[in-house]
């Protein structure tokens, strides 16, 4: 049996491959050239112009005549598909259901990186069933805020979660579940195994957020649903947002040791004592390639 295709390609490399069907190509001189007309047709190209049920009919020919200029300016416009492609984008870029979607993996993706970091700072033991009687102690007899810490921002990452993978708050019941899987009192790995794979799962609702909006509009989208912080913070936790963004399923999207950011690799040294070899073995043990 012929080995897996290792598909973890840059970001550069897949921009080149997919450069022939870029369909957000914009042509300004268009909008130079009838600078009266400019603003609306830049409007009608973007699909931002509100249009009336009878605009057409109205005066069909110089409805006409923006339909083409717009055509023009931005040569993936749809009149056909004007009033869909429209809603899709409000859908996705304000609080229709599409943004609302968004805005719980977002949300999410930064519950993930809070958890991965509190989980380090709780340190727990890798005998799963010996933490929860220790964490209990260290809570209540010595005053130690990272076991709550741990729970509480378990407890939101679950929460969120549910919304994201759902589409919606869900039952109580999916809730707890994944308060049980991302638990203060598992060990380590398995703590860092449950973020890892609830990130795998919020890449997948990703993908089917973006498949939605392409069967829609028919084009990409023109901004990216991952946010600036989440596309740092997952690049700062190994995963390429740029592959993420194309449909990539998170376990395929991880950045190679030597491409991840210099604090990442600067964290890793520092854990190795300053040992490369040691350093790309940690890295490897949390699923960097």
Do not use: C
């Not at 870029?93 to 709780?122: C, M, P, R, S, W």
């Not at 990216?224 to 740092?232: A, H, Q, V």
């Amino acid at each position: 049996m012929e080995p897996e295709q290792d598909v973890t390609i840059s970001a550069e490399a897949l921009k080149a491959l997919t450069s022939k069907g870029n369909t957000e190509v914009r042509n300004p001189a268009v909008l130079k050239k009838y600078p009266k007309v400019a603003d609306m047709v830049k409007m009608f190209g973007e699909y931002d112009l509100q249009l009336s049920n009878y605009a057409f009919g109205r005066d069909p020919v110089f409805m006409g005549k923006l339909a083409q200029l717009a055509k023009e300016y931005n040569p993936s416009f749809n009149v056909g598909k004007y009033d869909v492609i429209q809603k899709a984008r409000k859908d996705y870029t304000g609080q229709g259901q599409g943004g609302k979607n968004l805005t719980a993996i977002n949300t999410a993706v930064g519950h993930f990186d809070t958890y991965l970091n509190d989980i380090e700072k709780e340190g727990n033991l890798s005998i799963g069933f010996l933490n929860s009687p220790r964490n209990w102690w260290r809570t209540e007899a010595q005053d130690d805020a990272a076991p709550n810490n741990v729970k509480m921002t378990a407890d939101m990452l679950a929460s969120e979660l549910v919304k994201a993978t759902r589409g919606g708050p869900g039952a109580s019941r999916d809730v707890q579940d994944w308060q049980q899987n991302v638990s203060p009192n598992h060990s380590p790995n398995v703590q860092r195994g449950s973020a890892h794979k609830a990130l795998e799962l919020l890449s997948s609702r990703l993908a089917a957020e973006r498949d939605n909006y392409m069967r829609d509009v028919g084009q990409p989208p023109t901004v990216p649903f991952l946010s600036k912080t989440s596309r740092e913070t997952l690049r700062n936790r190994g995963y390429d947002p740029d592959l993420l963004e194309q449909g990539v399923k998170a376990d395929k999207a991880r950045l190679r040791m030597d491409d991840l950011p210099d604090a990442v690799k600067l964290k890793y040294l520092k854990k190795a004592g300053g040992d490369v070899a040691k350093a790309k073995a940690l890295a490897k043990e949390d699923g960097f390639r």
